[in-house]
């Protein structure tokens, strides 16, 4: 039975169910490399019918109740389909993992448990419980242990219990990460590969089926794919096709919401354009409709590129005399009070720390209707990439050096709630972030503590971004553009400046090589 909860009224209790986010589980794969853990994935069967219900509820018996017919039936577990069985499953679960098997929540995370445990060795660590409604991740030196103590509890389908091969969509593997010197460092990866073509396979049939005929060769690699626009100068917001009609929106809306989804799973190649398609949703045009088919055109192509969760620390030289602490001590001169807070209610630190490092960059004026900037952000831990950010800017800056500083801000404040989230899942941090930026004058205003701002308007950003290294959050560094890694995330790029940073960022599923980047 499935309920029919749109016949119901206000239940009158909290229907929020809340989940893992994606990159707390993308940490999770990188914790278990670093620390030399195990990972052990689940699928709990018919989850919802283990919690009661929240709702007082009934239907009438029909004729497969046999002599019962007519009688009225009283729903006593959380049926599917029922507005709060999200959030019954989700406190009844919440209850067995913390009642029966002593895990704490995260603050920072309701999803993500953790368990202070000890190697043989004596080294500590923590043993980590993410939960996606009925998927379940451990991460453990034996996590069977944990999957047996759940078991007791729930049914497990037997066939999803092992080290995980799909999570939320993605292509999981385990993979030996070959880097420049030949040194092998085994990691997990995470790609999209199976539900991009399911989802290429879906927009062919649909093609297929209304007879619209935007390319009878979608996926011949002679037609130019190269890039997810079908040229380097289209621009969404000066498109002037017709409107589309009804159906045609809701399928627009259908494939961005499948291209999103592609992005989380890991596809970083695509979310500059896939950014800046979602801001026609509620009224798109024919010419959005055919580059979001576009897109998919070009994912068909270059379907084979995953994510490595690469534990190798970042290696980032200092001259004797630039190093952190000096830039710190001077920097410390201006801000005598800056402090990072320290959350006082988190976990001991355990297990190796963890490096933040972080690509930030900014296109000015690049929406040609409304002059404001696009901002990129590239988050790693260690060389992991855990976030990715591609959003228009709520300003309009009148120079690069705005822009510039605007997205270095977003990045600061993404800094200071990722180390927030680390400490209170017990992961020690190595040290200040490491933040690459391209443009000069950013780079020198945010670190160097003699430089003086020119412009007021951006002082908010100035003051944040300084105060920030004062602090010892971030360190601010100097990138070339060609090696800027956010530079895919601001822009529309050739082919060649694509592939480029796309190897940098990603690896090929049929030969796990080292990042560019190294």
Known sequence: YVAGGHLVGDPGVSTFASVVSRDSVRIGFLI??????????????????????????????GPEWGANEGRVILITRALYGQ??????????????????????????????????NTKPNGKKYYTYILVYTDDVLIIDTDPSRYMDQLKESY?????????????????VSQIEFTDSSG????????GSASYVKEA???????????????????????????????????????????????AQTTYYQNLIG???????????????????????????????????LHIFKYLDIHRDNELAFDPTYLDIPNPSDNTK???????????????????????????????????VDADHAGDRMTRRSQTGVLIYLNMAPIIWYSKRQTTVETSTFGSEFVALKTATEMIIA????????????????????????VYKSSSIADSRLKKKSQSICYHMCRESVAAGIQMIYKELTDTNLADILTKALGPIKRLQLRKMIMISCSSNTAHASK
């Open 325 to 359: 602490e000096s830039k710190i001590a001077r920097m410390k001169k201006y801000y005598p009070d800056a402090e990072e807070a320290m959350p006082p209610n988190a976990p001991e630190p355990r297990g190796k720390p963890v490096q933040i490092n972080c690509f």
């Open 418 to 441: 990722l180390r927030y989230k680390l400490r209170m899942f017990g992961i020690p941090i190595d040290g200040p972030a490491n933040v690459m930026c391209d443009n000069e004058s």
């Open 83 to 116: 507005k709060s069985a999200g959030a019954a499953w989700r406190a009844h679960l919440a209850d067995t993992i913390c009642s029966k098997m002593k895990f704490t929540s995260s603050l920072a995370d309701p999803d993500v448990w953790y368990k202070a």
């Open 155 to 171: 049914p497990v389908k037997p066939d999803s219990i092992g080290p995980p091969t799909e999570y939320l969509g993605s292509d």
């Open 32 to 61: 278990a490399a670093l620390n030399g853990l195990e990972i052990l994935a689940g699928d709990i069967q018919n989850a919802y019918l283990h919690a009661p219900s929240l709702e007082k509820n009934y239907f009438y018996a």
């Open 200 to 246: 290429v396979h879906n927009v062919k049939e649909r093609l297929k089926k209304d007879n619209f005929r935007f390319d009878p060769k979608l996926s011949d690699p002679k037609i130019s794919a190269k890039q997810p626009f079908s040229t380097l100068s289209y621009l969404p917001e000066l498109d002037t096709s017709a409107m589309c009609d009804a």
């Open 183 to 190: 040194k092998a460092t085994p990691c997990w990866s995470m």
């Open 258 to 292: 499948v291209l999103r989804w592609i992005v989380e799973l890991g596809r970083i190649d695509i979310n500059y354009e896939v950014s800046v398609l979602s801001r026609f949703l509620a009224a798109p045009r024919t010419g959005h409709l055919q580059q979001a």
